[in-house]
């Protein structure tokens, strides 16, 4: 746990991570993340709580393994690379030994990240995108066991950023570090983490495969972090809801409690209007409900479509691949993809 003026900004969080493996820590601005990846590296000081390396105790409230000997490699946003030394002497900052071998290593791991030929050059005749792989190189170049990484690819644009992810999860890989990667954007995580850990306020709400937080996430806030999510509300008699989409289960939920229905805008799929009637009700895609288009906007590969509800003028989010724009005012139906609904229970 760490507090600061009183108040816990980190709060019982229990982490591990793999041998070999690349964890995200991933949540929202502000919910501590740096702060967690400070304490591992010893930077700063927990107010409780323990940390352990292959087993050994780094960390608690009385000893303390300074940062220096945990093994630990460090990559933060604002990378800063020496401007006064070369790319290799960058590289080679945190090594021992004689000259002619930490030269080696330092042309070893240029080599990995593509840049050998910087060697002898200076930071600031590298773009962005190198001086990026410089860092990462500097960083790895003691071997540490555990990599922190903190917003490690925030500085670049996107593209660029996507080859950068992939070859330095390659380097990582081969170098068989453990990842630890802050980031508070989803895509980044779902691309390079074997497993997430997604932090909110202080605390670990959910740990998983990516697959697996997408797919079943603990909590609305959860599907939400991933996505645009559309909710219904309806209260629960013998384990079920009625809604206008139909019957949902509601297991485990006691009669006359609350839940909300939470799904994406992916799995809602739309059906013309013939007469007032929409599509027959079927097992996979329950009972259609019928709205008027609100607005219609072509996002790249897809289109979003809200709709207004005929059932209480609620806004529904659909989206669709390519370009589908139908007018305001046209009515259409709407199925959700009952097997992608996600029943939580409304805590009052
Ligand atoms: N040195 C400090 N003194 C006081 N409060 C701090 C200090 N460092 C961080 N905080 C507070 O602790 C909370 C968590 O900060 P932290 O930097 O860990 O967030 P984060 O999850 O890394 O956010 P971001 O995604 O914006 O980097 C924030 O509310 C922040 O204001
Ligand atoms: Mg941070």
């Not at 922190?148 to 380097?171: A, H, K, Q, W, Y």
Request: hydrophobic share 40%; aromatic share 6%.
């Amino acid at each position: 746990m760490r507090r600061y003026d009183g108040e816990a900004v980190v709060n019982d969080v229990s982490l591990s991570i793999q041998p070999g493996h690349v964890t995200c820590l991933l949540g929202p601005s502000g919910c501590g993340k740096s702060t967690t990846l400070r304490m591992i590296a010893g930077v700063e000081m927990q107010d409780s709580g323990t940390i352990h390396v292959d087993g050994h105790l780094i960390c608690d409230t009385v000893f303390r393994v300074p940062p220096e000997r945990r093994k630990i490699g460090l990559m933060f946003q604002d990378f800063a690379l020496f401007p006064h030394l070369s790319v290799g002497e960058n590289v080679a900052f945190g090594l021992k030994g004689a000259g002619a071998e930490k030269r080696r290593r330092a042309l070893d791991l240029l080599d990995r990240v593509g840049l050998a030929h910087f060697i002898d050059e200076y930071p600031h005749q590298l773009s962005g995108g190198e001086q990026q792989r410089v860092a990462l190189a500097r960083a790895l170049a003691p071997k540490p066991r555990i990599m922190l990484m903190d917003e490690p690819f925030s500085g670049l644009d996107n593209r660029l950023r996507d080859g950068i992810r992939d070859e330095t999860l390659d380097v990582l890989k081969e170098e068989g570090a453990s990842v630890l990667l802050v980031t508070h954007e989803p895509e980044e995580a779902m691309r390079m983490a074997d497993e997430i850990a997604l932090m909110r306020a202080g605390k670990i709400v959910q740990r998983g495969a990516p697959y697996n937080i997408y797919n079943a996430p603990a909590d609305k806030a959860a599907v939400a972090f991933f996505s645009d999510i559309n909710t219904l509300r309806g209260k629960v008699q013998g384990a079920l809801t009625d809604t206008p989409f139909g019957r949902f289960l509601a297991p485990g939920v006691p009669d006359g409690a609350s839940v909300e229905i939470v799904f994406r805008p992916q799995h809602v799929s739309i059906d013309f209007d013939r007469d007032g009637r929409g599509p027959n009700p079927t097992v996979i895609a329950g009972t259609p409900a019928r709205g008027l288009v609100e607005r219609a906007r072509f996002m790249g590969s897809e289109s979003l479509i809200e709709f207004r509800m005929d059932y209480d003028d609620t806004i529904l989010k659909a989206t669709v691949p390519n370009v589908f724009l139908p007018k305001p005012g046209t009515p259409l139906w709407l199925s959700v993809r009952r097997d992608r609904c996600f029943v939580f229970p409304v805590r009052s």
